[in-house]
């Protein structure tokens, strides 16, 4: 089982990136998934997420700029973020959640990050 997250980098203030989180050895269609983002020396804060069903919820810091979406045939999670400021920079996670329940529970299942630097 593993989460692969990719496309991270470094952009300038008001630009765009679009994250990926290839999944395998999960029956992905069905799981929920996440974004998580950790800022140097803060806590590991929930972004977004997805259901198997495709309802999806944000993050007030990231309403209107940030589109969560999956790709099932594919097995990939992306999170497109726009208007990018300082204030977004960090390490961003995948997370396949836990199948049930009304809100989102976060499983062990973490990509290993993508590194997010925004430059103002």
């Known amino acids: 089982v593993q989460l692969q997250a990719s496309g991270g980098g470094l952009v300038q203030a008001g630009g765009s990136l679009r994250l990926s989180c290839a999944a395998s050895?999960?029956?992905?269609?069905?799981?929920?998934l996440a974004w998580y983002r950790q800022a140097p020396g803060k806590q590991r804060q929930l972004v977004a997420t997805?259901?198997?069903?495709?309802?999806?919820s944000y993050a007030d810091f990231v309403k209107g700029r940030f589109i969560i979406s999956r790709d099932n045939a594919k097995n990939t999670v992306y999170l497109q973020m726009n208007s990018l400021t300082s204030e977004d920079t960090g390490t961003y996670y995948c997370?396949?959640?836990?199948?049930?329940?009304?809100?989102?529970?976060?499983?062990?299942?973490w990509g290993q990050g993508t590194l997010v630097t925004v430059s103002s």
């Open positions: 997370n396949a959640g836990r199948t049930g329940g009304s809100t989102f529970t976060p499983s062990d299942l």
């Open positions: 997805i259901t198997g069903g495709g309802s999806t």
């Open positions: 050895g999960i029956i992905f269609r069905f799981r929920p």
